[in-house]
Every structure is written in structure tokens, then in C-alpha cells.
């Protein structure tokens, strides 16, 4: 059945391309000058976007559903604009066999909501010293390798997955902190953990590991490249200024490497704290004033390339622990776009292509898919948000069933109200006409 989409403001990661009538039909963008079609949708001149991209959500299946499970995690990311996301393999069991991966992605299939892509375990048991197959890994459909939630601290190790991963065809993801200098710090280290009386997790705890990864990418990308690969390093959630200052120096030298930033690394301090309040509880923590500054021109000036969630719910109760116990982690699937729509583009002025680049084509860029764009014969999965209309943050309503939010109470605007995948309506708000 064709659709079509009326007066809407197109914009992707190449700029705002006006206004037009999106012609949809067996899940591309058959026209962008009108056609007939069965059903016909009037944008009012909202805007019409790519759908997002998440490389970095937990779903928590298998094994952890009182969390998460694939139907609420992916009804939450279409209801948030994303188009797909990436699983990653910290489950129960871990994610490492290539069965497992098609298993998960014939499930997902099933259901409603954003396309799903399955991220397998770099090591067996991510305990980091024996590499899973990767070849047979990336035939079963497995997006990415990673270690995701644990610290890979064997630099020979990495260095081999970094080879065998880019025969493959595969990135490989890391989440860079020195696990030695990181010890138990539950926030960022510095004056006001030691106010706080809190362990303190510092910032050069992620500066000496991605300083470490970055030469073992460069001695990998060596190796690889006698065997005619070449390998893709990402690095997840950066939050410090030193680690985007490093990641910035190494893509301008022309090392393949990709740098990550999450909305709460973007919007949060480690100020929010002073309450203490488990709900701001992440791993790397919420950082300084000064490194969400870095963070901000880091992302607008492309040293990082990428918005990656992080979404990881947990429940009510475990978040509900003293500080020191409760798990790390926050949902953001459904506020990361109007959020950073909000604090980045009305309030600071970053450019709103800029935000759609760096959250549709460059995450896909991670993961070696084509850039998102809004052109004739493209994929029609599409976003579209309202620029003007405010809503409150209220987790009681989330789709997730991690219902809490450390966004609370705070007024937004830019809600996506449609989201299509592959042209299949799996989010519509109930308040689009």
C-alpha cells in the first residue's frame, strides 16, 4: 500500500532539503514530488527526517527480561524516532554463538517496533582472553564485536580481534576505561566526590585506555592490512574532555577509529549527585561542566561521530539501592532525540542536520551501513518530529519498563510522532491527525 506524506520539511545529515510530498511504496522512497497513494498523511509542515540510529542499547534478552525484553526495548526506540538499534551481548548467557545471533534476530523480526541488530561478544564470556569466531559470527548477521559492560585488558587479545574482526568485515566496540585506575569509583573523581564522601572514578581512567587502544589500533590496522583489511575501532560513551581531545587527534591523522557520545554525557554533570540519586548512576560517570562543554564542540566539530544511548534499564528496585550498590546505568530510548533536539539545537544552535547526521549516518557508518539519507530509492525509514509541540518527561508513560528517568519532570520539545521502518508504521502518536 503507497503512502504518501504532505508538506513536510525534509532535513538529513546533508542539510534541510525543503518542503515536499514523500511518496512511499514497497518500503522506499518512490518519489519526493507527490504521487498518488491509498493512504495520505498531512505533516503540517512538521519535519521529516531519516530514522534514527542506536548502536548502543541493551535489551537485557536473554536472561535479564524483568529489565528489558526485545518487544519493550524495540516498541521504546520507535517510539523514540530510531529506525534501529544494536543489542549488545552482556545478557545471560552472553551473546557469542552464531545461533544465538540468528535466533534473536528471527525473534525480533516477530515483533513490533525498530529493527533490531545483534551485537556479539568479542571473547568468550567477554572475559577477555579467547577470541569467539568472528567470521562465523558476522554470517549469522552479527552487526558488531564487543566486550560491551566489561574492560577488555589484554592489549594482545584486542589487537587479534581488531585483525580477525576486519577480515570479517566487522567493527569492533570498547568501552575504554583502565579497570586498574578505575577501581570501584561509583562517580567522577575529583572535589566533589570527596564532599560527597563517594569513590571517585577518574577521568584518566578512560584518557590511559583510549590512549592505549588507539596504538593497539594502530599496530592492528598494520597487521591488517598486510592481510588487505582494515580494522574499525569504536569507542563507546566517551566523557571526558581528554578522551574526545584523543579521539579527535587520532581520526585527524587518519586512524579508523570512531568516537561515541551519549545524551547523558551531553546534558548531565556529576552535580546531579548532590542528591543522591541512583537514577545518575552510569558507567563512565557524569562528568564536569567543562568535559560536557568538550563533549558538545567535540560532537559538532566531528571528533565524535556518533550518538550512541546507552540505554540500560534496570528495575525500580535495584535503582533503588544505596549508591554504592545500585547497577550503573539509565533508559534513554525514548527522550534521547527530543532531549538533545531541545538542549543542543534551540538552546546552543547546533545545526539541526548536524544532529541528524550524527545520529543516523554516523552510527551506521560504525556499523559499515550506507549513510542515511532522504533521496528517491532510499530505505523509507523515516522520522517524523514535531519542532515546536512540549511535553513533559514522564517515565510513568514510557514503553520501556525501566519507568524512571533522570529527565523527569523536564519539558521538551521535538517528539517524534511517526516512525517507519522499511515504510511499516511502528510508532504513531495518538495525537497525529
Known amino acids: 500500500m503507497r503512502l504518501l506524506i504532505k508538506n513536510a520539511r525534509l532535513v538529513d545529515g546533508s542539510g534541510e532539503l525543503g518542503t515536499a510530498d514523500v511518496l512511499i511504496e514497497e518500503g522506499r522512497i518512490a518519489s519526493l514530488a507527490g504521487g498518488d497513494a491509498e493512504r495520505v498523511l498531512d505533516a503540517g509542515g512538521r519535519w521529516l ?3 534514527l540510529t542506536d548502536p548502543h542499547v541493551h535489551l537485557r534478552t536473554p536472561g535479564q527480561e524483568t529489565k528489558e525484553e526485545l518487544a519493550t526495548g524495540l516498541a521504546a526506540a520507535a517510539r523514540g524516532g530510531y529506525g534501529t538499534v544494536v543489542a549488545m551481548p552482556n545478557t545471560e548467557p552472553v551473546i557469542q554463538e552464531p545461533e544465538q545471533v540468528r535466533a534473536l534476530s528471527d525473534e525480533a523480526r516477530t515483533l513490533p517496533g525498530a529493527r533490531l541488530l545483534v551485537a556479539a561478544a568479542l571473547t568468550e564470556n567477554q572475559e577477555g582472553r579467547k577470541l569467539t569466531p568472528a567470521a562465523l559470527l558476522a554470517r549469522a548477521g552479527a552487526a558488531l564485536l564487543t566486550d560491551d559492560g566489561r574492560t577488555n585488558e589484554d592489549a594482545g587479545v584486542l ?12 567493527a569492533v566496540a570498547v568501552h575504554a576505561e583502565d579497570a586498574g585506575l578505575r577501581g570501584g569509583g561509583v562517580m567522577n573523581d575529583g572535589p566533589l566526590a570527596a564532599e560527597l564522601g563517594l569513590a571517585g572514578n577518574p577521568p584518566e581512567a578512560e584518557a590511559a585506555r583510549i590512549a592505549r587502544d588507539l596504538e593497539v589500533l594502530r599496530y592492528a590496522a598494520r ?4 592481510l588487505g583489511h582494515a580494522p574499525r575501532l569504536y569507542l563507546q560513551h566517551v566523557s571526558t ?5 584523543l579521539v579527535a587527534a587520532a581520526r585527524a591523522e587518519g586512524l579508523p ?5 551519549t545524551p547523558h554525557h551531553l546534558t548531565l554533570t556529576e552535580e546531579a549527585w548532590r542528591g543522591f540519586d541512583a537514577r545518575f548512576k552510569v558507567a563512565p560517570p557524569l562528568r564536569t561542566e567543562g568535559d560536557v562543554e568538550a563533549l558538545i564542540g567535540a560532537l559538532e566539530r566531528g571528533g565524535l561521530s556518533a550518538v550512541g544511548t546507552d540505554h540500560a534499564p534496570h528495575t525500580a528496585a535495584e535503582k533503588e539501592r544505596d549508591l554504592e550498590n545500585a547497577p550503573f546505568g539509565m533508559p534513554s530510548l525514548e527522550v534521547a532525540f ?6 543542543l539545537v534551540e538552546r546552543r544552535g547546533l545545526p539541526l542536520a548536524l544532529l541528524i547526521e550524527r545520529m543516523t549516518t554516523g552510527p551506521r557508518a560504525a556499523l559499515g551501513l550506507a549513510p542515511a539519507r532522504l533521496a528517491e530509492g532510499a530505505p523509507a525509514d523515516l522520522m517524523l518530529f514535531d519542532p515546536a509541540e512540549k511535553r513533559t518527561v514522564d517515565p510513568a508513560r514510557f514503553v520501556s519498563k525501566a519507568r524512571y528517568s533522570p529527565w523527569a519532570g523536564r519539558e521538551l520539545v521535538g517528539w517524534p510522532l511517526l516512525t517507519l521502518v522499511a515504510g511499516r508504521e511502528v510508532w504513531r502518536d495518538a495525537g497525529l491527525a
Open 159 to 170: 589487537a587479534r580481534g581488531l585483525v580477525y574482526a576486519a577480515a570479517a568485515g566487522l
Open 257 to 261: 577509529v570512531m568516537g561515541e557520545v
Open 223 to 226: 597487521k591488517a592490512a598486510a
Open 338 to 343: 527530543p532531549l538533545l533536539y531541545t538542549e
Open 49 to 51: 527526517a531519516p530514522a
Open 241 to 245: 574532555a581528554r578522551g574526545a581531545a
